[in-house]
């Protein structure tokens, strides 16, 4: 038979079809056009108790010279391969010892850190150097140059955030390493950032980056702000907030007082002792991170019991709800791809 004669049998027409690496849409056509959203990501917690001790091991058991990033992923049980924690986001605890330095390199993926524990370690991006306290929250948005260095006592962990899988998706994944282990400070202590620090004025002079649009100018939101908003707020305890993530507080872009970064919202959320949050969905995935507290998301059919420091995520269009316990507030850090699928028109959400 010659490659054009009209084959004489459908398991003949299939095997022609997968040689010529093409496929029956009629055989898959529900998977591509679901009705809704099938997210391959699976509700899961990481609970920071038992990371914490597998850190500390690689801190010994492995230098910085080595390793890129002494970083454990938080892998998704649903997206192996690559890893990744929901489709879109990456998240990971990262270790650095007192001495240490995690020499400069940049990349196109956005990140972000989020400070658990430890004291006196320094990140520098694009030259201002950004101290790192417990709860800060630090940018480093793509294609900036940034390096870690700890001159404190204790380890230092945190919290990173990545969009990494999306821009991988994307294909537009670059890296670089800086041509010295650091680079020069330019703006020590926040310099440029400060600028940024007064409410509702900006510096003038300045205007956003055209090269870098949607991203802040602000490297890092510290603790004692974001403490100062969430205590301000429910301090009278008339605010009721939002009715699934209580008193929910999105870091802003002050030049546009969207989110932080253009593919992802980060947000701190206090929720009140006995907080039952009323269930919703959305297309937008999400992370957690439990900066104070303990209670339980429910998603789908599983339930996650968190505790201080554990991670936990909530796929997209999954229907979710958070409970807490009787006594002790809570405070959840969390981060979201909310941003990539409004400015596509795909954001949906519902209440159930
Ligand atoms: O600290 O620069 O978790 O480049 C993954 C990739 C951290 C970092 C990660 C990174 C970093
Ligand atoms: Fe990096």
């Known amino acids: 038979m010659t490659s054009t004669d009209v084959p004489t049998t459908d398991e003949r027409a299939y095997a022609d079809m997968a040689e010529l690496s093409a496929a029956p849409l009629w055989r898959q056509y529900g998977e591509l056009m679901p009705a809704q959203p099938v997210s391959r990501a699976r509700p899961h917690l990481w609970p920071y108790a038992r990371l914490r001790p597998v850190a500390m091991h690689f801190s010994r058991a492995l230098s910085l010279a080595e390793a890129e990033r002494r970083v454990l992923m938080m892998v998704n049980p649903g997206l192996t391969d690559p890893p990744a924690t929901v489709p879109t986001l990456f998240a990971g605890i990262q270790i650095v010892m007192p001495g240490e330095t995690a020499r400069a390199h940049r990349h196109t993926a956005n990140a972000f850190r989020f400070i658990i524990e430890g004291d006196g370690a320094v990140t520098t991006v694009n030259g201002e150097q950004l101290a790192m306290r417990p709860g800060d929250l630090l940018l480093t948005p793509g294609w900036h140059w940034h390096d870690h260095a700890h001159q404190g006592h204790s380890p230092m962990m945190w919290l990173d955030g990545l969009d990494y899988p999306l821009v991988n998706n994307l294909n537009a994944g670059f890296f670089e390493l800086y041509q010295a282990p650091v680079q020069p400070v330019a703006n020590p202590d926040e310099a440029s950032s400060r600028q940024f620090r007064h409410g509702r004025l900006n510096p003038a002079w300045r205007a956003p980056s055209t ?35 209580g008193i929910l507080l999105e870091y802003s872009n ?48 599983q339930r996650l019991d968190w505790n201080e420091h554990d991670t936990f995520c909530v796929p997209g269009w999954a229907r979710y709800a958070h409970q807490v316990a009787a006594q002790g507030d809570a405070t959840l850090f969390s981060y979201t791809d909310e941003p990539v699928l409004r400015v596509l028109g795909l954001y949906r959400e519902q209440w159930l």
Not at 265 to 294: D, E, K, N, W
């Open 211 to 245: 090269e870098h649009p949607g991203v802040s100018p602000v490297g890092s939101y510290p603790w004692e702000e974001t403490e100062r908003a969430l205590a301000t707020i429910t301090e009278a305890g008339t605010v009721a907030g939002s009715a699934a993530e």
């Open 254 to 301: 002050p030049w546009t007082g969207g989110p932080v970064l253009p593919t992802i919202a980060c947000r701190i959320a206090r929720l009140r002792a006995g907080f039952a949050g009323v269930p919703r969905q959305h297309t937008a995935s999400t992370i957690y991170h439990v900066v104070s507290g303990s209670g339980s998301t429910t998603v789908g059919e």
